[in-house]
């Protein structure tokens, strides 16, 4: 798998104003995970604990999931993210 484009980075609020160079190295140190189809990252209610960005496939984001009235929010695709409010909300 080929490292994440740093671009997508600038995409996100939190992120687009950091110098390119800090980016890069940030980006370089980001852990890089990979799940299985099915997996969930998280619940709806869960304390928030990081930034998921997709590098290649999508990531489906679920309301109600596994219930009769579950409902697709957003499908997200490379460069696509979930959680950033995570790292802005005080926890608590």
């Known amino acids: 798998m080929s490292p994440m484009d740093d671009s997508a ?18 980006v370089e140190e980001l852990p ?3 799940y299985e189809p099915g997996t969930y990252l998280f619940r ?7 930034l998921c960005v997709v590098a290649s ?3 489906e984001v679920l309301l109600a999931a596994d219930t009769p009235d579950e409902m697709l929010l957003r499908l ?6 979930v959680g950033e409010m995570s790292l802005i ?4």
């Not at 709806?44 to 990081?50: A, I, L, N, P, R």
């Not at 997200?76 to 993210?81: F, I, N, T």
């Not at 909300?89 to 608590?92: I, T």
């Open 9 to 26: 980075f600038f995409k996100i609020p939190l992120f687009k104003n950091l110098p390119k160079p800090e980016l890069m190295k940030l």
């Open 32 to 34: 890089l995970d990979v």
């Open 44 to 50: 709806e209610g869960d304390t928030g604990e990081s």
């Open 57 to 59: 496939g999508s990531l």
């Open 76 to 81: 997200c695709g490379p460069g696509g993210y």
């Open 89 to 92: 909300l005080p926890r608590g």
